[in-house]
């Protein structure tokens, strides 16, 4: 294991050094690991006890003269490669409850080995189930690309957000190799700044990135494996987006209680030139009903970014070809120049490789909209009908006809629009 932390600043610096200590221990249990100062803020650990906590402590020489214990780190030796890396943007002390109550929770890692990063604090209060191998105020490609996800816990208060965008390179190709990220925080507008990460990664204009200032009672789940998440105290100076539809890039999967316009959640599923995985989800992470964050971030974190064992399964292709029901159903469709609806998730099942024609028609038996005339890989595939025509128009009230054409495969569902 690896220790990382930020360089000082002072110019007649000559170097740090390191000692550990079993962390139930008082500091008198310290024991100095240098004999020189290092020049280096790194440090390889070796010689560690699986499923010990310890506690390391850093010391600055300045001029000859060796400093007090300075950071200090507190990890536990275990078993197995960290898949996870969680990465604290929250200030500590300005929340010291809520944040050991949320950390305490474990909501993060999805039951995964994983190990944390702390941007902006001082690195202390994490429980001994975190191992905190970094401090600094930004994060290289070299330590993201040890993990298969990363989780960014965000706030954009006192300095986090400045981590994020002095990381957002190294992360942005850290996802085009693959990566999989999960980012929640306040004040998502302001994380989503940077135009190539939210139009090229997030498939968002910067119109449907909403400013308002929304404070959550709850956020409702799109998803049929979701629940949700009830706010604790006040969750507010939050923001979502707008005018977002499922398509093959994103998928809304949250929304705000008060106003089904507002998205408070989003997922962009891995596809052509796009081999990452990510999920954005508005909110104060530290104000809301910790059982239910735990149990959806562990659904996200195990089913979408299929990290779902110890061991790197292969996600099973579906046994048969099915059109499952849409839903909602019935459906009301976007108001055309007003404000977007969600429109109707379609969900379809493939075992193998296939052409995919998916079409809706009216009663009569009249194409009205082409949503799929593609090749399709094997597995599950989501898409939405916003209730519009091809030409851009909604449609009439009434039911209507979907069908799916995968290879041999025929199949049709119903499904009802309202108004």
Known sequence: MTLRWSTASESQLNGYHLYRKLALQGDDGFIKLTTTPLSDTSYSVTGLTSG????????????????????????????????????????????????????????????????????????????????????????????????????????????????????????????????????????????????????????????????????????????????????????????????????????????????????MGIRVRPGANRPYNVVVIGGRPYRFDLAALKTNLTTIIRDYFNLGTAVDEPVSAPATFALLPNYPNPFTPAISGGANSIGTQIVFQMPRREKVQLEIFNVLGQRVRVLINAQRESGTHVIQWDGKNETGQNVAAGVYIMRLRAGKFIAERKMTVVR
Not at 91 to 96: A, G, I, K, L, R
Not at 139 to 157: H, I, K, P, Q
């Open 52 to 263: 010990q906590a310890y506690s390391f402590a850093i010391t600055k020489v300045v001029n000859g003269v060796e400093s007090l214990f300075g950071a200090r780190y507190s990890i536990i030796a275990r078993n197995g490669r960290p898949r996870v890396l969680v990465v604290n943007g929250v200030n500590w002390p300005t929340y010291p409850q809520e944040m050991t109550n949320m950390y305490a929770a474990l909501p993060f890692n999805a039951n995964q080995v994983f190990d944390t990063w702390d941007v902006i604090s001082s690195g202390q209060g994490f429980p001994n189930d975190y191992a905190l191998i970094g401090q600094a105020p930004s994060l290289t490609l070299a330590d993201f690309s040890r993990y298969e996800v990363v989780v960014w816990v965000g706030n954009n208060f006192n300095g986090d957000l400045d981590a994020w965008y002095a990381s957002l390179p190294a992360l942005k190709t850290y996802l085009n190799n693959g990566g999989k990220l999960l980012l929640i925080t306040r004040l998502l507008y302001t994380f989503l700044d940077d135009d190539d990460f939210r139009q090229n990664y997030l498939h968002l204009s910067r119109n449907q990135v909403a400013l308002s200032n929304s404070v959550i009672q709850q956020l409702a789940p799109l998803r049929r494996e979701l629940t949700a998440m009830t706010a604790i105290g006040t969750n507010s100076l939050n923001s979502g987006l707008s005018n977002v539809v499922l398509n093959e890039f994103v998928e809304p999967i949250y929304y705000l209680n008060t106003d089904r316009n507002t998205t």
